[in-house]
C-alpha cells in the first residue's frame, strides 16, 4: 500500500492539506493523525469495512474495543442511546480534551468498532488537526494509536513512519503530541462510574464534577496472559501494551538505585538500559544505556514512549530497569504508573 506523508500546521491546519487526508478517510481508507495525546490511527466509525482496516494495519486483535472520536458535541447523539446528567457535566468541563466517556450504544456504531459490546468510547479530542480531519471527513473516527499493536504508542508522525509506512493510507505530521499519553477513559453504564484507563484528567478531577469514581483493578496491575479472558471495555486493558523490544522491569521504593546497581553488578555479559529521575547516578560507568527523564509527572508522561522508542533503536539492550518513578497514585502519575506497568514483566518492590 502507498502512504501519503502530510506536513500540517498544528496551530493553523491548511484546508487543502485536510481535506486530502479526509477524502481518504471518506472513501474507506486509513489515515494517522496528531492528537493532544498520542498519535491515532483512524477510519470512518461507522463503516465496519474501513474499521477492520484499522485491525488489520495495526494487527490488533478485534477484541479491543476502539475509541469513536468526535468533532462537535451534537455528534455524540448519533453514537449512544443516552448522554445523562453526568456526561454532559463531564463533557462541559473536559471536552474537547483528553477524557474518553463510555456510554451505551446505539445501532449506528458497527459491532466491529465497539469489540462486540453494547457500549461505545467516545471523546472529541483538542488538537486542531484531528478536530478539522474529523469535520471534513463528515463522520466519527474511530481511532486506536497509531503504532504496531502492543509497541509504544507514537507521540510523532516518524513513530508512526517506523510501524505503519506502508500499511496505511497516510500520515498527517502535525508536530509532537504534548501530552504523551493517551486519554483517561471513564465507564459511565455502571451504578459507580469506573476509571478504566487513567490519563491526563485525573481521578481527583473527576471526582471534583461526579463524585464517586472506583478505580478497575487491571489499572494498576501487570499485563497478564490470564488477563486475555477477561472482558476489555477499554483499550489498553487486557493485553501487554506499550512495550518496547527489551524486556521491562519496573523498580519501585526508597532504594530502588541500590537494587540497579546490584543488578548492574550481576548482569553476566547483557545489555541492560536503565531509565532514571536521577541526573548525578554512576550506571552508565557500570555499562547501562541511560536515558535521564526529568522527575515531574507531566514531563514523564510526555517523553516516557519516546524514550522506550529510542532503546528499540539500540538492539542490543535486552532488559530495560525503570528507577523509581511507577508509585505515582495521584493526578497524571497514576497514568504513567499504569504504562509503565502496561509494558512491565515484573516490578521489583526496593523499599
Known amino acids: 500500500m502507498k502512504t501519503i506523508l502530510v506536513k500540517i500546521n498544528a496551530q493553523k491546519p491548511q484546508g487543502l492539506k485536510i481535506r486530502k487526508a479526509a477524502a481518504i478517510i471518506r472513501h474507506g481508507g486509513t489515515v494517522a493523525f496528531p492528537t493532544e495525546t498520542v498519535y491515532g490511527l483512524g477510519a470512518n466509525a461507522l463503516d465496519a469495512k474501513a474499521v477492520r482496516g484499522i485491525f488489520r494495519a495495526k494487527g490488533r486483535p478485534f477484541d479491543d474495543p476502539l475509541i469513536v472520536h468526535i ?53 472529541m479530542p483538542r488538537s486542531r488537526i484531528a478536530l478539522a480531519l474529523i469535520s471534513e471527513s463528515g463522520c466519527p473516527i474511530a481511532a486506536p494509536s497509531a503504532n504496531l499493536f502492543g509497541k509504544p504508542s507514537p507521540t510523532s508522525a516518524q513513530h508512526v513512519k517506523e510501524d505503519l509506512f506502508g ?32 490519563g491526563k484528567v485525573s481521578l481527583e478531577e473527576l471526582e471534583a464534577i461526579i463524585g464517586k469514581v472506583k478505580v478497575h483493578p487491571l489499572v494498576k496491575s501487570i499485563a497478564k496472559k490470564s488477563h486475555s479472558k477477561a472482558l476489555a471495555r477499554a483499550p489498553g486493558m487486557k493485553y501487554r501494551h506499550y512495550a518496547p523490544r527489551a524486556e521491562v522491569i ?52 510526555k517523553n516516557l514512549f519516546r524514550t522506550f522508542r ?42
Open 71 to 123: 468533532s462537535r458535541e451534537h455528534q455524540i447523539y448519533e453514537l449512544v442511546k443516552s448522554v445523562d446528567a453526568k456526561a454532559k457535566a463531564l463533557m462541559e468541563k473536559f471536552w474537547p480534551g483528553p477524557l474518553t466517556l463510555v456510554l451505551e450504544k446505539s445501532a449506528n456504531v458497527p459491532s466491529v468498532t465497539t469489540a462486540g459490546l453494547n457500549s461505545v468510547a467516545v471523546r
Open 310 to 351: 529510542e532503546f528499540d533503536m539500540l538492539p542490543s539492550v535486552q532488559i530495560i530497569l525503570v528507577e523509581g518513578i511507577s508509585g505515582g497514585a495521584k493526578g497524571l502519575g497514576l497514568a504513567v504508573e499504569n504504562r509503565l506497568k502496561k509494558a512491565a514483566s515484573k516490578v521489583i518492590n526496593a523499599r
Open 167 to 198: 500499511r496505511i493510507g497516510a500520515i498527517i505530521d502535525g508536530g509532537r503530541a504534548h501530552i504523551g499519553v493517551e486519554s483517561t477513559v471513564l465507564d459511565l453504564t455502571l451504578k459507580i462510574p469506573m476509571l478504566l484507563r487513567p
Open 250 to 301: 519496573v523498580i519501585e521504593g526508597a532504594n530502588s538505585w541500590k537494587t540497579i546497581r546490584k543488578m548492574l553488578s550481576e548482569s553476566r555479559g547483557k545489555k541492560i538500559g536503565v531509565i532514571t529521575t536521577r541526573k548525578k547516578n554512576d550506571y552508565g560507568k557500570m555499562g547501562a544505556a541511560v536515558k535521564y527523564l526529568k522527575g515531574d509527572y507531566a514531563s514523564i508522561a
